[in-house]
T-cell receptor, first 112, second 116 residues
Framework: DQQVKQNSPSLSVQEGRISILNCDYT??????FLWYKKYPAEGPTFLIS?????DKNEDGRFTVFLNKSAKHLSLHIVPSQPGDSAVYFC???????????FGTGTRLTVIP | ETGVTQTPRHLVMGMTNKKSLKCEQH?????MYWYKQSAKKPLELMFV?????RVENNSVPSRFSPECPNSSHLFLHLHTLQPEDSALYLC?????WGTGSHYGYTFGSGTRLTVV
């Protein structure tokens, strides 16, 4: 049973607009969440993370929001750029757990 | 060369073949991982090595056999695979086993495996 879910396999956004990628999780023990970005023919690269003690973390154009009660997090990219076109993976880990649980990914296409 | 390097990038093998995937990291990390990415599925953890010792085997069939001769190298030996084993196999490393879940893993580019 998937503990981390990304229900939108793809998303298209116009350049300059906001991209919002969503992620849901089922395990209430998860307390750390990460986003990875993957270009074709490359491995995933770490993008941004958030601890459960926060509800927002910002890094330049990227902001991650965490809603613990809804077990939901989202990644906002604003403004979106064509170079942001990639597959984005959500991942989560829990206290005392050494491993990451990944979602299936969302393919973002930013249209120039 | 820096980062995590995987070879080969692509591999086609028959069900009776024996082949090996190689991963090398030059980051001074102590933990290395094998992940499998199948179409429309999440990344699945297969094996974890910490300081060259296998610390996790995530119920992986014995036709996949990992080897970690030193902290910089990780292999995945393949034999008598099935077509459903076709997938992208990703190697990753982190400073220590456990820190990757907070500070992120460094992934290689993967080996695209096709079993015919």
């Amino acid at each position: 049973d998937q503990q981390v879910k990304q229900n939108s396999p793809s998303l298209s956004v116009q350049e300059g607009r906001i991209s919002i990628l969503n992620c849901d999780y089922t395990n209430s023990m998860f307390d750390y969440f990460l986003w990875y970005k993957k270009y074709p023919a490359e491995g995933p690269t770490f993008l941004i993370s958030i601890s459960s003690i926060k509800d927002k973390n910002e890094d330049g154009r990227f902001t991650v929001f965490l809603n613990k009660s809804a077990k939901h997090l989202s990644l906002h990219i604003v403004p979106s750029q064509p170079g942001d076109s990639a597959v984005y993976f959500c991942a989560a880990s829990g206290t005392g757990a050494n491993n990451l649980f990944f979602g299936t990914g969302t393919r973002l296409t930013v249209i120039p | 060369e820096t980062g995590v390097t995987q070879t080969p990038r692509h591999l086609v093998m028959g069900m009776t073949n024996k082949k090996s995937l190689k991963c090398e990291q030059h980051l001074g990390h102590n933990a290395m991982y094998w992940y499998k990415q199948s179409a429309k599925k999440p990344l699945e953890l297969m094996f974890v090595y910490s300081l060259e010792e296998r610390v996790e085997n995530n119920s992986v069939p014995s036709r996949f056999s990992p080897e970690c001769p030193n902290s910089s190298h990780l292999f995945l030996h393949l034999h008598t695979l099935q077509p459903e084993d076709s997938a992208l196999y990703l190697c990753a490393s982190s400073q220590e086993w456990g820190t990757g879940s907070h500070y992120g893993y460094t992934f290689g580019s993967g080996t695209r495996l096709t079993v015919v």
